[in-house]
DNA sequence: TATGAATGAGGGTTCATTCAT
DNA sequence: CATGAATGAACCCTCATTCAT
């Protein structure tokens, strides 16, 4: 389940009609609530066709297999992240520029809506990220960060102080990601409190506001 | 295997003599190896006892089955991952001791400590730590994290400016494995570069430098 | 598999095609056969497939398992031991309707057909019956017998000369099952003998034509 | 398990010293507890051996491996029956040799020792036995009868009014065993109550008295 | 296109037995 | 004599995948 040969990723058929891709999504939601449900063990093909109320082989109609199934599953959770990311930055953006003050607290708000994103379905992203890791896609994760660079990168006048170095975006990054999926597990109840929240955000505004590392030269 | 029913966590067999310490340290080694190379997949009782160079029966002696194994090897990683760091802290503050001037920045010694470890075995540990989540052993993965406490807890004179409350350092410490974890998955090749150190460092500080917020009623 | 755990009964699967009902018969001739031929070390489920002609894990499609298979098998011999004494009782209670006279010791037919029927894959019944004791399932074990009291009890006009009791029954019917698995169990070459047959009726109708115990007060 | 291959029936070494003959009775023990505590499936050598206080080793040294534990054990148990009916018996015989007058109902007695017999340990008999007639020894099964038949047969005024033919002994005994086996098996409650003691009793009378069939030719 | 019965390789685990101590 | 660590064959069962309908 877990080797690490690169899996073939475009599904089996792009779907054009309405109708298939109704049914991609009904195939990974089922997927989704699987995997929510009971782990990693309980995923398997046929019991994720069952809960679509399709047959396994319709499955494979649209999927490559069940890996396919899982790295579709991940870009999915992905776009959610970015999606809500990004519209959260957007309206605290555009709300700046539209009374022409400052955007209140704009960092907080996309913090905030990545808290929510973590809070659902914590054991499906684990799981269908760790996938998407086994599968060799790995990369694909920083989509969403992406996603928010570009759309910071943007507006020209200045959301941080300073311009944040590609390396610099990597650890911010990666380092709220760890804090909120730690959180996300279970490993403390902080996920939904202020305070946590308040923390992020203090960790995000500590580190961007720091003057920076002389350049490096990797 | 990703159900979280509780895992009956002691070793089968409570290994007094010489040879059968030897024995299990062997097997956890084989598996180590075996995750490290083949991934998850690949981590059979039949060929983790074969590479340790036993019959898969020897195996079960020692342990209570597949999951035991992961276990106990997640657990072994961690008490690495705790002893490289407090070692290198302690060489770092015994150091300043001796030579009655203050020592050359030991977070910076803990954090190149980190590094290391987290350069080893990437696979392997990623995956047995997932493990000990599954297992709902989560709340362990906390123990190095709380070796390093107790160490810079026994230091009177502020290593940090601020003593840091529990939920920051929850927040810390899941943000500096976030981005290691990241660096080390492979997303980018910055693990070993000074400069990825170098912002580690800068994360750190400035985080541990804040005043904190203010008292949350949560 | 001799624990006492209650298992559960139901194949996994409803045939309701012709099909699926045949395949069912296959899997039970099949582990009738090799526990006849084997006794119960042989029967493993892969091997009770492979003489059925079917892989493993079809018959894991129509059974929950390895008991499972057994009980039914058990179940199925039940079936053709009620069927078979039914039948020869019916015919000669029949006969004698027909002819308007004594049918020619109706006892004596039916013990025939019972002689005729442990005649039969005399291991295979024991350990199948076995089986279902086990299971927990051994009231079943009375349902030929019950079937014959149904019988006899639709028949006003005494059968035996006088209406058995509850206790009488079973005292009766488990002394016949003792005899006959005695002797199908080849401690002796009665089986098949008429001298046999004839110490059965005998014993029958010793036992049955006494006055009956004082009702007890237990 | 259940194979019916010949088993060589002598045990390793024939103990002659008081220690050797001990530890044979304390694994003989440590397996009857062990099949009426966990049925067939926990009748495992390591386990036995290990509820004896020994090594599995030792168990081997007295054993010719598992199968012979059992052999031995259904022997020691048709022992057991043998003394228990004859002891009966004989008290009850020599009760009226020395008063002088008809012993009071000796066929009850032996069939009270009998119930009491079945009463103690039921699981494991039966497993014993089944074993003995897997193992081919099933004619062992008939030794507590021989026992009693010489006994009968050494009074020569008839204990029954007729002398019984090796065939009515055998249905006799055989059915008299199902009748106690299933009461035992606890298919009904049956097994204590005077009333069915009252019913083998009566059975016993019963059948004993009839003429006798014919001489057969068999 | 959709189905689901069928497959068989392979997984985790047990246990009768041996052999070096 | 006694031990018990070690073995490996074999068991039961699952599941990704296919193919005839």
Redesign the pocket.
Known sequence: ?GTTRQVSVPER?IPR?Q??LA?VEVILEAGAQVLEAGGP?????????ERA??????????F?????VLVALARRELDHHAAAVTQALSAALEGRASNGQRATEPDRLAIRALIEVYAARRNMRRIAFDTLVAAGLGQELARPVEAVAALLAGNDDALFPARLSPLRLFVLTSAMNGALAAAARGDAKHLATPAFEEELVSLVRAYAAEPGAPPSDI
């Open positions: 389940m058929r009609q109708r298939a049914k063990a309980a995923f398997t093909t046929n019991r994720v066709a109320g399709v047959g396994v082989s319709t499955l494979y109609q649209y490559d297999g069940k890996q396919a």
